[in-house]
């Protein structure tokens, strides 16, 4: 098996060796390379002395202590967000420069060409990181005599190479599915953004020295990783690569498609109600079976943390409870078709939000969003256990009532969002990324207007008009 694994990946190295070659004889990468190698640590440098000489003026040495490391990881980030044209031009680029055809035209698979380019595109900015982390620690420890420990060490070692293959794995999709080099840069910014973001997430952890939480962002980083470097090679393909020479926006053409997904074969409502809307919850059997499994895990999550963060026992007491429930529920209007709206347009709203975050994270920050509700309830329940109250009582009254529409309002979204994620990740045979996206954005819009909409508007009015009267009695029986 290792020898055949050897065999498959040689074809794949000899064009990482051949581009990695190519790209260093160029001396506009190199000049960039050693440009940010030796300027920008020195800048931070220069920054990291003057913010330990600051604070130590007014006996604040823990702040400089937490700048240095955040200071690391940012000169770690930096090179890689300069270097990253490398990767955005590793396909349209020789495309645009008539260089490719040779290379399309060798008898390797779609995939070792596509992970040759891809490992040539990560060793100039891993190198430009790595010698630029190792000058500013060099520099650092010369000027204000810090070390890191070990631990922190290996985490922005491994956080560099794993920020590094997610925004090259990117931008070679980018490259992939762009027709011009100028349309890539363009593009690059929805990569440098959000791990700018991230970055700046990462900086919260470091500055509160929770430096455990890094592995958790490491580790998530790996999967976005493995998420986009399946997607590319999913959708890679030499023939569209070559044939490909500008990409127009159809909008009316893209709302027929949409059209034509959402209605299906059914020649009226009752046969699409009928017909249509069972064939997609067939399709999303497995993605809500998975939703299902999350949720469940989502409640365990949530009673997970009540030993962390628990509620006063005086404050789970029938009377303080009775006095907090009735107080609380006065921002809806209770037994009123206006109470009834407020609550389905919020839901409805979540429901929304959850599909954009979701359609902008291959899934991920959807699911993330409709886990809230269940960490609630799960961190409630575990309270209420702890008070002495049954669990299955406080469910039954304050959640049940609504929930029983609520919760399979939340797994049909959720799956539907978990297929809008993996259809950029799966190839469809004979159909464009477009074209299978649209296909999936249909199921979901199929969903929500067959299902979600009617059970979150059910779920709305047992929540305005009969949980009020379970939680009521709760308190008086």
């Known amino acids: 098996m290792w020898h055949e694994l050897q065999r498959e990946l040689r074809p794949a190295l000899t064009i990482t060796r051949r581009e990695i070659r190519d790209q260093f004889r160029d001396w506009r990468i190199i000049a960039p390379i050693v440009v940010l190698t030796i300027f920008f640590p020195g800048l931070m440098n220069f920054t990291a002395r003057q913010a330990v000489n600051f604070v130590a003026k007014y006996g604040a040495e823990i702040v400089g202590d937490r700048l240095i490391p955040f200071l690391l990881m940012v000169v770690g980030f930096f090179p890689i967000s300069i270097s990253l044209v490398i990767a955005l031009e590793s396909f349209v680029g020789e495309k645009e420069r008539r260089s490719i055809e040779p290379l399309l035209c060798t008898p390797l698979k779609d995939w070792q060409l596509y992970l040759g380019k891809l490992l040539a595109s990560m060793a100039p900015p891993l190198l430009a990181s790595y010698l630029g982390t190792f000058v500013y620690l060099i520099g650092v420890y010369r000027q204000v005599g810090w070390k890191p420990p070990l631990m922190l060490l290996a985490q922005i070692l491994t956080l560099v190479i794993v920020q590094t293959i997610v925004m090259v794995s990117g931008a070679v999709v980018v490259s992939t599915q762009t027709t011009s080099a100028r349309a890539a840069n363009l593009l690059a910014s929805f990569i440098i953004i959000p791990m700018a973001l991230l970055i700046q997430a990462e900086s919260v952890v470091m500055f509160w020295a929770q430096y455990n939480a890094l592995w958790w962002i490491i580790l998530g980083q790996l999967l976005l990783a ?121 839901n409805l709203r979540t429901m929304v939000l959850a599909t954009l975050g979701g359609i902008f994270s291959f899934g991920i920050l959807g699911v993330l969003v409709l886990m809230l509700p269940l960490m609630v309830i799960g961190y409630f329940l575990a309270n209420m256990a702890v008070a002495g109250y049954s669990p299955l009582a406080f469910f039954a009254y304050f959640v049940l009532p609504h929930g029983i529409f609520e919760i399979p309002a939340i797994i049909l979204t959720g799956a539907a969002v978990l297929q809008l994620g993996a259809t950029l990740m799966t190839p469809s045979q004979g159909r464009t990324l477009g074209d299978a996206w649209l296909n999936a954005l249909a199921d979901w819009a199929r969903i929500m207007v067959a299902l979600v909409l009617p059970l979150l508007l059910a779920a709305a009015t047992m929540e305005v008009f009969i949980t009020p009267q379970a939680i009521t009695w709760f308190f008086t029986h």
């Open 226 to 346: 493995g998420v986009l470097i399946r997607m590319g090679i999913a959708y890679f393909n030499r023939e569209e690569l070559l044939g490909r020479e500008l990409d127009m926006i159809d909008l009316p053409g893209s709302a027929r498609t949409f059209w034509r997904y959402f209605r299906g074969d059914a020649r009226n409502p009752w046969m699409w109600l009928t017909r249509e809307v069972p064939r997609t919850l067939r399709r999303l059997a497995v993605p809500m079976v998975l939703m299902s499994l999350i949720l469940g895990g989502a409640l365990l999550i949530g009673g997970g943390q009540a030993p962390r963060f628990p509620i006063p026992a005086e404050k789970l007491q029938a009377e303080n409870l009775q006095d907090g429930s009735i107080q609380g529920l006065d921002v809806i209007p209770l037994f009123s078709a206006s109470g009834v709206a407020t609550v389905w347009m919020h």
